[in-house]
């Protein structure tokens, strides 16, 4: 049963590690566009379409937190703000014997 406990475990790092890549990486472009519209050699149409891409960007950052799940679980947004925290039996691991 603990090896099944620490399989678990694993995953659910696992899964919250891959969502929190997915993050970064966006973050990371959201990072190279503030930079290009401060430098100052952009027009103010421009900065709106960086700040367009800005928008959809953190649309995405939104939906990855939103579909983030390991056995139910929201990861990374607070939907499951409302439910308690949940004992590992709840979450399929049971006690080692």
Do not use: C, W
Not at 10 to 34: D, P
Not at 65 to 82: E, G, I, R, T, V
């Amino acid at each position: 049963q603990a090896s099944r406990n620490t399989s678990k475990a694993i995953n659910f790092i696992q899964t919250t590690e891959g969502n929190l890549n997915e993050v970064e990486k966006v973050l990371v472009r959201m990072k190279e566009l503030a930079v290009q519209s401060g430098n100052g050699t952009y027009s103010d149409a421009d900065r709106g379409s960086i700040q367009i891409e800005i928008e959809q960007l953190t649309d995405e950052i939104n939906r990855i937190a939103d579909q983030a799940q390991y056995n139910q679980m929201h990861m990374l947004s607070n939907k499951s703000a409302s439910q308690n925290v949940r004992t590992a039996e709840e979450l399929g691991m049971q006690p080692a014997k």
